[in-house]
């Protein structure tokens, strides 16, 4: 994956921005996701345990199941099926990844970047796109229904305007699921 350098003046010369990036009321939270390291973590020199590394999706068998049943979720309220995005898909499981190694859960990372520049980064061209992310569900039926459940999740998962989905799955060190899934438009 090659990074792609993101200026200001290109993102806001783009029009038809659709960013419906809610998140699910039982999901939305706006603290850090209440977990505690072993003892045994390694220590930075300020005596703070360092995160460990997540756990993946790593042959995507999860992530894939989302996305089946996202799109069979689709074609029953007579929609078409959405395509496998590559480069959504990586920046979906780097962004799980990074929420759920540094521990915060929000459309908005720490350093400010935004669902619409990590897609850019991964390589997608877009006209619109849109982010669920959920975590604590264990499983891929049970992110599916809690984001079916949610009037904004649900906008995104029937957006009319995407052909292309990534979705990424990783596991907190205290094993809690993070999910996302990107949609795009090219």
Do not use: K
Not at 45 to 52: E, K
Not at 76 to 83: A, E
């Amino acid at each position: 994956m090659r990074a792609v350098s993101i200026r200001l003046t290109a993102l806001l010369q783009r029009s038809a921005i659709s960013l419906a990036i809610t998140c699910a009321s039982m999901a939305c939270v706006s603290q850090d996701p209440p977990y505690s390291f072993p003892a045994s973590a390694a220590l930075t020199p300020t005596g703070a345990p360092l995160p460990l590394p997540p756990t993946v999706d790593e042959g995507g068998s999860e992530a894939r199941q989302v996305f089946d049943l996202t799109n069979t979720f689709r074609v029953s309220n007579g929609l078409p099926p959405l395509n496998w995005s590559a480069p959504l898909a990586a920046a979906a499981q780097a962004y799980a990844a990074r929420m759920a190694n540094e521990g915060f859960f929000s459309h908005t990372a720490p350093d400010g970047s935004t669902m619409d520049q990590r897609i850019t980064t991964a390589g997608y061209s877009w006209s619109s796109c849109g982010e669920n992310i959920a975590y604590g569900s264990a499983t891929p039926d049970a992110v599916m229904q809690a984001w079916m459940n949610s009037s904004g999740h649900r906008a995104n998962l029937l957006g009319a305007s995407y052909q292309d989905l990534g979705v990424g799955l990783a596991l907190g060190p205290d094993g809690t699921p993070y999910w996302v899934q990107d949609f795009g438009a090219p």
